[in-house]
T-cell receptor
């Protein structure tokens, strides 16, 4: 079992560009959550996808959007990148029928905006 | 508002000694879970231990144990017999049972283990 995988590992973009990050959940998990972890901070919840719909959303602007595919994999899209979007983006997978401690995190994508 | 506070940005401990990391949280919910996660330089967030709020007994996982004080909204992590591999960022996290796994994290404590 590969666990939660994310791609790419690192990414460098310039202000105003758009970026897409990808996540494949752990086998058997159907829910994907995305978190933003700025340098020296704890992760902050962006949104969660279940059954291909956004189920919950944190305090992030509409520039942050996502998608979930029928195979439960997910994408995070960020438009009009700002310098402040530089962070580690973590994906976590889980399943509604399981206890919260079964939320597994991926290794993250490090996004640098220049 | 639901917040998690870790007041110790950095801690250090001698190898084989014991260290305690502090965490407080604020919530109006009565049913929730608390967690400690470890994030080594490799970045992978690893679950260390969890506590269910309705359980009065403190959780224990091998060398890791918690002191859960629900009335005080305090949730500290004790690491016994510290090992070099314990060096990492430690995050305290909280999730209410009705949010489908939306986690709230503290700002983390960087733990150094001194040989």
């Amino acid at each position: 079992d590969a666990g939660v995988t994310q791609s790419p590992t690192h990414l460098i973009k310039t202000r105003g560009q758009q970026v897409t990050l990808r996540c494949s959940p752990k086998s058997g998990h159907d829910t994907v959550s995305w978190y933003q972890q700025a340098l020296g901070q704890g992760p902050q919840f962006i949104f969660q996808y279940y059954e291909e719909e956004e189920r919950q959303r944190g305090n992030f602007p509409d520039r942050f959007s996502g998608h979930q595919f029928p195979n439960y994999s997910s994408e995070l899209n960020v438009n009009a990148l700002l310098l402040g979007d530089s962070a580690l983006y973590l994906c976590a997978s889980s399943s509604p029928g399981l206890a919260p401690d079964t939320q597994y995190f991926g290794p993250g994508t490090r996004l640098t905006v220049l | 508002a639901q917040t998690v506070t870790q007041s110790q940005p950095e801690m250090s401990v001698q190898e084989a000694e014991t260290v305690t990391l502090s965490c407080t949280y604020d919530t109006s919910e009565s049913d929730y879970y608390l967690f400690w996660y470890k994030q080594p330089p490799s970045r992978q967030m690893i679950l260390v231990i969890r506590q269910e709020a309705y359980k009065q007994q403190n959780a224990t996982e091998n060398r890791f144990s918690v002191n859960f004080q629900k009335a005080a909204k305090s949730f500290s992590l004790k690491i016994s017999d510290s090992q070099l591999g314990d060096a990492a960022m430690y995050f305290c996290a909280y999730t209410p049972t009705n949010t489908g796994n939306q986690f709230y994290f503290g700002t983390g404590t960087s733990l150094t283990v001194i040989p």
